[in-house]
C-alpha cells in the first residue's frame, strides 16, 4: 500500500488531492491546522468509502518549526509522496504588506515546508519510490502586483524543486511543483461576481479551474511511472500568464 501525507488537506484543492488519491487505493495523513471539523469529515467519508486503507489526521501549525522532530515522528512505517497544498496571501502593495504577514507566508509555505523534506527524505529513499509535490502558483513563474510576497515565495518553491530534484533523483525521488493559475475555491470567494468576470476574460479557456483539474497532474506525478519527470513546475492555467 502507498502512504501520503497531504499538508493542507482541510483545504479546498488538498481535500480534492485526498479523495482522488484515497480512490486510487492510498492511505493518507490528512494534515490540517485549524479545521478540525472539516478534516474529521473528511477523514469519515474516506474511511466509510475505502474501509481497507487507513486515514489518519494530524495538526501543525507550519509557522512553527519548533515542533518538526514530533511531526515526523507521527509518521510511522512507509512513507512514498509529501504533498503541499497548504497555502495563504495577502492581498495589497508590497510596500504595505505587514511584516509579520510576509514572515507568516515564507515560514508556512518554504521554510517550515523545505525542514519538513529534510526530515522526511529518508523515509522517501526507503520506499519503491518518493515524490514530493508542491502546489505553486502561476504567480511564483510570473509575478503578480499586489501578491508580491506571495508571488515570491511560490518562486522560491520552483527554484528549491529545481535544485533540490538533482540532489535526491539517484535516490528515486521525484520533486515537482504544480502551479495552479485561477481556482474555483474558498480563497477566490472575496471577488465580486465582475471582478472573477474580469479575470476569467483574461483566461484563454474562459474559466476558473476546478480543484479536481489541479488534483489530476498531482495524482500524475504520484504515478510510479512518472519517475523521469523532476524538477519541474506544471503550469496548470488554463493558457493564463504563462
Ligand atoms: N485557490 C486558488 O485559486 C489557488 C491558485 C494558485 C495556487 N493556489 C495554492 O493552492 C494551495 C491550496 O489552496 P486552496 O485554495 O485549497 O486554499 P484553502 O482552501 O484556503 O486552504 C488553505 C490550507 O492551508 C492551511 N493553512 C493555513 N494556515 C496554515 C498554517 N499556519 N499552518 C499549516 N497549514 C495552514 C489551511 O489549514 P486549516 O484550514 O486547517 O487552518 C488549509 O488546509 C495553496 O498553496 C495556494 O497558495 C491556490
Known amino acids: 500500500m502507498n502512504w501520503a501525507i497531504i499538508f493542507g488537506a482541510s483545504g479546498d484543492i488538498g481535500s480534492q488531492i485526498a479523495r482522488d488519491l484515497a480512490q ?16 474529521a469529515a473528511l477523514m469519515s467519508e474516506l474511511s466509510s468509502t475505502y474501509p481497507k486503507q487507513d486515514f489518519l489526521t494530524l495538526s501543525y501549525d507550519l509557522t512553527d518549526d519548533s515542533q518538526l522532530d514530533k511531526l515526523s515522528g507521527a509518521i510511522f512505517g512507509k512513507l512514498n509522496a509529501v504533498v503541499f497544498a497548504q497555502g495563504t496571501t495577502y492581498y495589497g502593495l ?123 497532474w498531482v495524482l500524475c506525478l504520484l504515478e510510479p511511472r512518472s519517475s523521469y519527470l523532476t524538477g519541474q513546475t506544471l503550469y496548470a492555467t488554463g493558457g493564463w500568464l504563462k
Open 94 to 216: 508590497f510596500a504595505d504588506l505587514d511584516p509579520q504577514n510576509l514572515d507568516t507566508m515564507v515560514k508556512m509555505q518554504v521554510l517550515t515546508p523545505l525542514k519538513i523534506v529534510q526530515k522526511l527524505e529518508n523515509k522517501l529513499a526507503q520506499a519503491e519510490f518518493g515524490r514530493v509535490v508542491f502546489i505553486g502558483s502561476v504567480y511564483g513563474g510570473a509575478g503578480s502586483a499586489m501578491e508580491v510576497g506571495y508571488s515570491t515565495v511560490k518562486g522560491a518553491l520552483s527554484a528549491f524543486a529545481r535544485a533540490y530534484a538533482k540532489e535526491v533523483a539517484s535516490l528515486g525521488i521525484t520533486v515537482n511543483v504544480v502551479a495552479p493559475g485561477a481556482v474555483d475555491t474558498e480563497m477566490n470567494q472575496i471577488f465580486s461576481a465582475d471582478e472573477k468576470a474580469d479575470v476569467e476574460a483574461e483566461i484563454p479557456v474562459g474559466r476558473f479551474s476546478f480543484p479536481a483539474e489541479i488534483s489530476y
Open 24 to 39: 486510487k487505493g492510498w492511505s493518507l495523513y490528512l494534515h490540517y491546522h485549524q479545521n478540525q471539523k472539516r478534516v
